[in-house]
């Protein structure tokens, strides 16, 4: 069972900051939380990963809350190509390369 | 971030047949996976290939089906024998770097078996 809880699709305009929510109350102290988005069948593309801190890449941010139990992550301004789905998954331990993938959510951006 | 290849990207197969999926990758990697996505579903790992041994196949998959060879850091192929429409599914393989804790994916490959 994936061990994360997405919103099934989340709607988005064009310019606008996308915030995509994850909760994963039963994450344990040596598993990162990755995000990965996959467009039209393509193969996952990695997004960002964080342990307990929050992180910012060229592509994206990520809020992890203090207790770990949930994070968020910010597509600063968002653009139609980034409509995808977007999978976040909770991996570490000795299950490193082990990603287990949930139903994601469908991020739509429109005009 | 590691740069995967995958031949070939695309198939059309008869059933009772094998294709041979091959994983190229750029750079040296510890870990290399296989993945399947069945036509609507997420992802669902098959299996690790493992360099110098045997694959460690995820529980729902087995050898016989799904052999995988891993001969050196950067290369590993999988084969899917014997084939029913069943097998219809995105193939993908990914690699996981140790030197930044990040896991890639490849393009995959789709298969369709008729």
């Known amino acids: 069972d994936a061990k994360t809880t997405q919103p099934p699709s989340m709607d988005c305009a064009e310019g606008r900051a996308a915030n995509l929510p994850c909760n994963h109350s039963t994450i344990s102290g040596n598993e990162y939380v990755y995000w990965y988005r996959q467009i039209h069948s393509q193969g996952p593309q990695y997004i960002i990963h964080?342990?307990?801190n929050n992180e910012t890449n060229e592509m994206a941010s990520l809020i992890i809350t203090e207790d770990r139990k949930s994070s968020t992550l910010i597509l600063p301004h968002a653009t139609l190509r980034d409509t995808a789905v977007y999978y976040c998954?909770?991996?570490?331990?000795?299950?490193?390369?082990?990603?287990?993938f949930g139903q994601g959510t469908i991020l739509t951006v429109h005009p | 971030s590691a740069v995967i290849s995958q031949k070939p990207s695309r198939d059309i197969c008869q059933r009772g047949t094998s294709l041979t999926i091959q994983c190229q990758v750029d750079s040296q990697v510890t870990m290399m996976f296989w993945y399947r996505q069945q036509p609507g579903q997420s992802l669902t790992l098959i299996a690790t290939?493992?360099?110098?041994?045997?694959?460690?196949?995820e529980s729902g998959f087995v050898i016989d089906k799904f052999p995988i060879s891993r001969p050196n850091l950067t290369f590993s192929t999988l084969t899917v024998s014997n084939m029913s429409p069943e097998d219809s599914s995105i193939y993908l393989c990914?690699?996981?770097?140790?030197?930044?804790?990040?896991?890639?994916f490849g393009p995959g490959t789709r298969l369709t078996v008729l």
């Open positions: 964080g342990l307990k």
């Open positions: 990914s690699v996981y770097t140790q030197a930044h804790n990040e896991q890639f």
């Open positions: 290939a493992n360099q110098g041994s045997e694959a460690t196949y």
């Open positions: 998954i909770v991996a570490g331990g000795t299950s490193y390369g082990k990603l287990t």
